[in-house]
Each structure stands twice: as C-alpha cells, then as structure tokens.
C-alpha cells in the first residue's frame, strides 16, 4: 500500500503547523518589546512623579560632575558617589532602581532634606536630573565618612572619649533640632551608618530616607522601619512610638563608642553574632541590651541604660540629654 500521499499530507500538515507557531511566538515577541519599550519610555518620561518639593532645588547638570571611580558608599536601593559643582567637593547620592516607586520616596526624602538647616545635620546643596527617573540629590561632603567605618578602623586608643564626647554631643544636638521641629521630625533609622563625620565641619545626621514628620496622634507612629539592631522595642512590636524610638537608637549608638563593635556582634555563643530573629525576640522582650565594655566611662554606661529603658516614658529627651552632656562638661 502507498503512503505517499498519506505522508505528503502529514508534511504538508507539519509545515503549516510549524509555521503557525512560528508566527504565533514572532507576534507574542512583538507584543512583549511593544510593552517593554512602552514600559521603558513611562519610566524615563514619567510624568506622574510628584516633583514640586524639589524643583526650586535644581541645579544645572552641566555644573555637576562625578570624581570618584567606585562609590563612597552603597546600599541596597542607592549608592552616594563623591563629586564637584562650582569646584567644591559635593557628595552625590542617587538610586540603583528605577521603579517609579522608590523613585518617588527618593524625592520624598529629597524634599524632607531641602526644610533641613541645622549645623548638625548634613547640609543640602540641591537636586538634579536629566529625566524624572534619574534623580540625584547633592549634599555636603563630609571627609571622614560615616561613624561605624571610622570606628572600625580607629582603635580606643586613636579615637579618644575626649573626641568621642564631641561627637555625641552634636548628635543628641541634631536629634533635639529634629525633635523640635515644627511638626516633630523622627528619623527612624539612627545609627552609625547615618552619622557622618568631617576634620572641620564635625558630626552630622544624615539619611532622612524613613525620617517622619508626625503631625498627629500625640506625635507618634505605628509602622515597625529602620535597621534591626538599633530599633526601639515599640518599633519591633509595632505599637505607637514617638521621638523617644530614636533616644533608644542613640543608646545603641553609645555602645558602639564603647566597643567600636556592631550591636550585638559577639554576644552569641562563643563570641558569634545573634541572629537578626534572637535579637528583635529578645530587644522586643526587654531582655537585650548592647554590650559596653569594661573600661568605657561611667557616665557613658548610665546615660545609655537611661535611653535604653524598656518603657519609652522612662527614656530621657534629647533636650534632658544635652543637659547632662553639659553639667559633664562643666566638671
């Protein structure tokens, strides 16, 4: 019996499927680069990111220009690079995403940034972009970087409680202006990372990323933001908190002036790290404290332990801590 009709009928068949789907996938390509390209063109022309807090802060791109080769600093959403505009060193932050998103929290952050004049909070200079999407915020440049890599690489015996004391001084100073602000600002996130330091110009708060302005409900919050290891016990539980979450993060900060280590870093088994779990069960809880070492001055002790009570009515002010900063100081 002859199958040739019958297998010229199957080609035939073959090749018309085989083309059919063929003409399928090149139409579902096209549909896929139309809308990637369409998405593409939203995101770089994006008109529904709100801009008006930071436009009287633009600055001409062509007076700005990048210096360094690597990033000063990166973090997961952003990296800070260090600059020039009118020949003055500027430290240059933008965002790794594009999303327009994280985007408008940039500019959020941005406009929080441009009401901010204190001289003990990082100085904006002014915000720029070549399209909505690539924004980038231009702020002072402070030489000595961030207090948790000066820590790391000064020894006890190099960065002096004499220093030490300074630089305390000036961040309860940048929390009491935040503080007394009109509404109240919170940072949120208070840590070594976000206290920047310069030779001249001191130390400075910065990273207003997650900052709040409260301007309802007895100044305070509800959503549980910032870095693990320094958040507030009422941050963890997610139960209202005010200004006083920041208080407790500076009390974790004083522990690192005593260790020069990471909160937490060798409190484990055998001198390990607790885990990122134990240590917000156990903060949550009222059980955790930082350690503070052996040889760190009494004063610094008892004024961490006061920020660090459990309830947050207990915790000094920012005001009630610059006043005993400066009765010490007048002994």
Known sequence: MSTSGEYSTITKSTNASTGAIAG????????????????????????????????PHRLEYSE??????????????????????????????????RDPKQV???????????????????????????????????????????????LATHSPDQ????????CIVSIVE????????????????????NILLDNVKGTKLTDFGISKAVEDDENSLT???GTYQWMAPEVIASTKYSSAADVYSFGIVLSEFCTHQ?????????????????????????????????????????????????DPISRPSALQLSETLRHLNDH
């Open 262 to 310: 990471v909160p937490y870093s060798a409190m484990g088994p055998n001198g390990t790290s607790l885990s990122y779990l134990q240590v917000l069960k156990r903060v949550g809880e009222g059980k955790l404290t930082p350690s503070f070492g052996e040889s760190s001055p009494a004063w610094v002790k008892e004024m961490a332990i006061q920020c660090l009570q459990l």
């Open 24 to 55: 399928v996938a090149a139409i579902i390509v096209a549909v896929v680069f139309y809308f990637k390209k369409r998405r593409q063109v939203e995101i770089d022309n994006n008109n529904d990111l709100n801009m008006s807090g930071i436009r």
């Open 104 to 150: 408008q929290m940039f500019i959020n952050e941005i406009t929080l940034m441009a009401t901010l004049e204190s001289d003990y909070i990082v100085k904006f200079i002014g915000v720029s972009w070549t399209r909505p999407i690539e924004v980038v915020c231009i702020v002072e440049f402070m030489n000595l970087g961030d207090l948790r890599g000066y």
């Open 223 to 225: 959503s549980g933001i």
């Open 64 to 97: 700005l220009s990048v210096t360094s080769k690597a990033a000063l600093a990166a973090g997961a959403f952003g990296e800070v690079w260090l600059g020039s505009y009118r020949s003055q060193p500027v430290a240059i932050k933008r965002l790794k995403s």
């Open 159 to 166: 960065y002096t409680w004499d220093q030490k004391h300074k």
């Open 174 to 193: 940048g929390l009491i202006y935040l503080h007394t602000c009109t509404p109240p600002i919170i940072h949120r996130d208070l840590k070594s990372r």
